[in-house]
């Protein structure tokens, strides 16, 4: 099946494969995502709001570059992300995010809280450097 399929891809004129082979990969996304179930409304939010308190969803929109209303709408549950919009978020929040999504997978919540700590320590060394500004003014 394999062959002919390349076949086909091959057969089309230059871009058209492309096209072709990206229609299928948004049809087929659209489908898993239909599929897949609704999301966490309440996991989600919480995870975004916990990294962007205030106006959440104008953040994540600006973070993944898509429309801040698509996201208003995933984290009140009358949508949910294409497969596309799914691959920003992870790409974007990282494991942490992928390991809220996939509750119970050892190695993804291992992975997750490395890099949330790795997150925090650069975070407290920023806070360290800040905090040493301040004291040299006093």
């Known amino acids: 099946m394999r062959s002919s399929t390349c076949f086909v891809l091959s057969a089309l004129p230059s ?14 996304s659209e489908s898993f995502m239909r599929k897949s179930g609704p999301i966490d409304t309440q996991v989600w939010g919480h995870f975004f709001a916990t990294r962007h308190p205030v106006k959440t969803a104008a953040a994540v929109a ?27 978020l992870v790409r974007a929040y990282g494991p942490e995010f992928l390991a809220i999504c996939l509750p119970g997978c050892e190695w993804l919540g291992t992975a997750a809280r490395a890099a949330r700590r790795e997150s925090l320590a650069v975070e407290l060394a920023r806070i360290a450097a800040e905090l040493g500004e301040l004291q040299e003014r006093l």
């Open 15 to 28: 871009g058209a494969a492309d096209q072709s082979v990206s229609s299928s990969v948004s049809k087929a």
């Open 62 to 88: 600006a973070r993944i570059r898509i429309s801040e209303r698509t996201v208003e709408k995933w984290l009140d549950g009358t949508a949910s992300p294409s497969l596309q919009a799914f691959g920003r």
